[in-house]
């Protein structure tokens, strides 16, 4: 089981007092301006937070877009390969 949140690009453009709990809390994500996070705001697609419990494992699949993994406590094992070798990993 893993909870999924998503935050549209849309709402960094309006006031912060009426920005859902994902944008308050984890504000480098959703500022309107460059940060270590978001670079070029005007190009990001929104927040995609996904939030998972032991065991939780996901298919071989192919991000287009920039992502951040970060651990509260435990391991995971991720296995990265490069855009070119996608072909190789029947995925596209």
Not at 29 to 46: A, L, Q, R
Not at 61 to 74: C, E, L, V, W
Request: one cysteine or more; aromatic letters at 12%.
């Amino acid at each position: 089981f893993y909870y999924q949140v998503g935050v549209p690009r849309e709402e960094r453009l309006h006031p912060k007092k009426k920005w859902g709990f994902i944008s308050r809390d984890l504000p480098s994500f959703s500022s309107p301006d460059p940060t270590f996070f978001g670079f070029n705001p005007s190009e990001s697609h929104g927040i995609q937070c996904r939030l998972g419990e032991r065991g939780v494992a996901a298919a071989t699949h192919y991000d287009g877009g920039r992502n951040m993994i970060a651990m509260i406590t435990g391991a995971k094992r991720y296995i990265l390969s490069p855009p070119i070798e996608c072909g190789k990993l029947g995925i596209i």
